[in-house]
């Protein structure tokens, strides 16, 4: 009488490696993922002390929200290597501003920050020259009269074909 016995399955050290690889490479993958997608989408501004800029923020969100009630308003406009900033009160008429600045800011790094000081080409009309990289920026406007801050606005802009 002849048994037949049947080879069970043996765990060996060819099976472990397997293991190992497919749960390492799976837990690095989903890292390496999610470290490319935080580092390429995050949109966050960068501030030298965050405790500082929290505590100064609603003071400054009720300053902006007085300003804009009087009004004015701002528009601008990036292309060919100019900076132009149109400045109105209600009604179309033109802000007559000491000094206008545009601080243009990246989402993040500091490294191609830079300001540019606008000079009157007609009332209430102000322009620079200066070549801006295409991309994403956050514009900070001030425009000052008598010494006083007329206007002060912050806008996310996207800055499409022009130079890199």
């Known amino acids: ?16 490696v397997v293991t190992m690889v497919l749960f390492f490479g799976t837990i690095i993958t989903v890292n390496l993922t999610m470290a490319y997608l935080a580092s390429s989408t995050w949109s966050g501004l960068v501030v030298k002390n965050t405790y500082v800029a ?3 923020f609603n003071g400054k969100a009720a300053g902006i929200r007085a300003m804009l009630a ?6 601008l406009e990036v292309a060919g290597g100019k900076i132009r900033y149109n400045l109105t009160m209600p009604g179309n008429e033109p802000v007559i501003a000491e000094q206008v600045t545009a601080h243009f800011k990246r989402p993040v790094g500091e490294h191609q920050d830079f300001m540019a000081d606008l000079q009157m080409v007609s009332p209430g009309i102000y322009e620079a020259t200066h070549e801006v990289l295409s991309g994403h920026w956050i514009v900070e406007m001030k425009a000052v009269r008598n010494g006083e801050l007329v206007m002060h606005e912050a806008n996310r802009i996207a800055v499409i074909g022009e130079p890199k």
């Open 1 to 16: 009488m002849t048994t037949k016995s049947e080879k069970s399955f043996v765990f060996t050290g060819w099976h472990m």
């Open 54 to 56: 929290s505590q100064e």
């Open 70 to 75: 009087t009004g004015i308003k701002g528009k």
